[in-house]
């Protein structure tokens, strides 16, 4: 047997014979890892930048929304390619897969690129757009500079990424991820400090490091670790595949899209009440990340799983797979939310001491630890549904957390209740969520048919 042959049907058995929680565990746990070290590598740019003073953490709030919209199209690229692989490779069709894996991945290249040089042509404008406001500014165009000049590199590794999960080496895409997390904290003090950089100092330290994290991942292709490969020849030429990746991929786009946009209401809304509050809601949206990351770890590590058996018609394993992932994702986000809650003040006081900041981040951290409870099941559904190419549910779903709910409620809930209603904003956003996703994800748990055996 042919040893592409060999190795297509190993992967097949591993994904729809490998016991579920022992699967997920495998799949979600270094995907868990890389995302842990990506939060712990942006909270190494909170940490650091910082200790420049409170205009310039303001400056992470404002780009981490610039970072939010290339995450966006990288994520949307590399979920529907990614996803359109597992399928096809559940089904032995392995041409199909390089088709999606090669056209996923030029197209993100290209996206990349041309929001990069919009960005730079109209760098200033951009900043305030984000929220920046006139002390912040110096800082944000200093770092978004940089960020700007590694688009392509940031949309691109989301794909090579993403490929990789869906195709099971979920190990090999965490090699990638903590190779560049490890370098930027390292990197960081050296740019910012000794070498006087400063805020521009942090932006180059990212964009470096997420450099060296996409040479990585794109090594596993060209050695051929993979089963789909990159080859320019093999970018599809019918419209047609190229919207399946696109409609697949559209949840992801509009679940990073809103979270960009909801960061930009949310630094408006905080910047009424001055630079301390938009460096108090960014510090604690990354330390929920922080935690947040473990349950969307937890969801990637089911979304091949997910794709596979369903592509292979072997739904109990889908269903199996939902809630295993849903419960140890409550149980790994409750415990950070119980760390956070306890140890919230000191938590915040270690990225910016500033008292003001801390009393303002101090409640706004209780609130969004107390929602962590309702995050898994709902990250959850979404994930299944996109997955097994159900992308109208995804993209709804997706669009409630960051969008339908939170939107309206960063406008209404500041004028009802002034700064705790922006505190409250995405609290109350993440419990609705849950609400209008369970019965969603349960009625389509149960209307799915039995097994169909080969």
């Known amino acids: ?27 979600g746990i270094p995907t868990i890892a890389s995302m842990l070290i990506t939060s712990v590598y942006n909270m190494t740019d909170t940490y650091f930048v910082g200790q420049l003073g409170k205009s310039a ?18 994520f949307m690229f590399g979920h529907g390619a990614g996803s359109n692989i597992s399928r096809r490779l ?29 960005g730079l042509l109209f760098l200033t404008p951009l900043m305030y757009l984000l929220g920046s406001t006139e002390t912040i500014l110096p800082f944000a165009r200093d770092y ?13 590794s989301c794909v090579l990424n993403n490929i990789l999960r869906y195709e099971g080496m979920s190990f090999l895409a965490m090699i990638g991820l903590v190779s560049g997390g ?3 904290m390292i990197l960081d003090p050296i740019l910012i400090f000794l070498f006087d950089m400063g805020t521009s100092g942090a932006g180059l330290s ?32 019918q419209w047609q595949e190229i919207w399946l990746i696109v409609a697949t991929g559209l949840p992801s786009l509009i679940r990073q899209g809103l979270a960009s946009l909801s960061g930009l209401l949310l630094n408006h809304q905080a910047g009424i009440y001055g630079d301390a509050a938009v460096a108090a809601m960014s510090i604690v949206n990354r330390i929920t990340s922080f935690i947040f990351s473990v349950g969307l770890g937890m969801g990637q590590g089911y979304q091949p799983v997910a794709a596979f058996n369903y592509g292979a018609k072997i739904y109990s394993r889908v269903r199996k797979g939902f809630w295993f992932t849903g419960l ?5 986000l409750g415990i950070g939310a119980v760390v956070c809650i306890v140890f919230a003040r000191p938590l915040v006081a270690v990225f910016q001491p500033d008292p003001e900041v801390v009393a303002i981040a101090f409640p706004a951290l209780i609130y969004q630890s107390v929602a962590c409870f309702f995050l898994p099941l709902s990250v959850c559904a979404n994930m299944m549904f996109q997955s097994v190419g159900l992308a109208g549910r995804a993209s709804f779903l997706s669009a409630l957390r960051s969008g339908l709910l939170f939107i309206p409620l960063i406008w209404l ?42």
């Open 328 to 332: 140890a994702g409550e149980v790994l």
């Open 182 to 184: 490890f370098l930027n």
């Open 413 to 454: 809930l500041p004028l009802l209740f002034g700064l705790p209603g922006v505190q409250l904003a995405q609290a109350v956003s993440d419990a609705l969520t849950f609400v209008i996703s369970m019965p969603l994800a349960l009625y389509f748990l149960h209307r799915l048919p039995e097994d169909r055996l080969a």
């Open 206 to 237: 990212t964009a470096i490091s997420q450099a060296v994290s996409f040479l990585i991942l794109l090594y596993m292709f060209l050695a051929g670790r993979t089963e789909s490969k990159l080859k320019l020849s093999k970018v599809t030429r």
């Open 144 to 156: 978004g500079m940089w960020i700007l000049l590694a688009g392509p590199i940031f949309t691109g």
């Open 90 to 118: 559940g089904q032995h069709d392995v041409d199909s897969a390089t088709r999606f894996a090669s056209t996923g991945f030029f197209l993100a290249l290209l996206m990349g690129a041309v929001i990069g040089v919009f």
């Open 57 to 74: 953490s303001g400056a992470i709030g404002v780009v981490f929304s610039l970072m939010a919209i290339f995450q966006a199209f990288g």
């Open 1 to 27: 047997m042919p040893h592409a042959q060999l190795q297509s049907e190993e992967k097949y058995k591993q994904m729809t014979e490998t016991p579920i929680p022992k699967l997920i565990l495998r799949l």
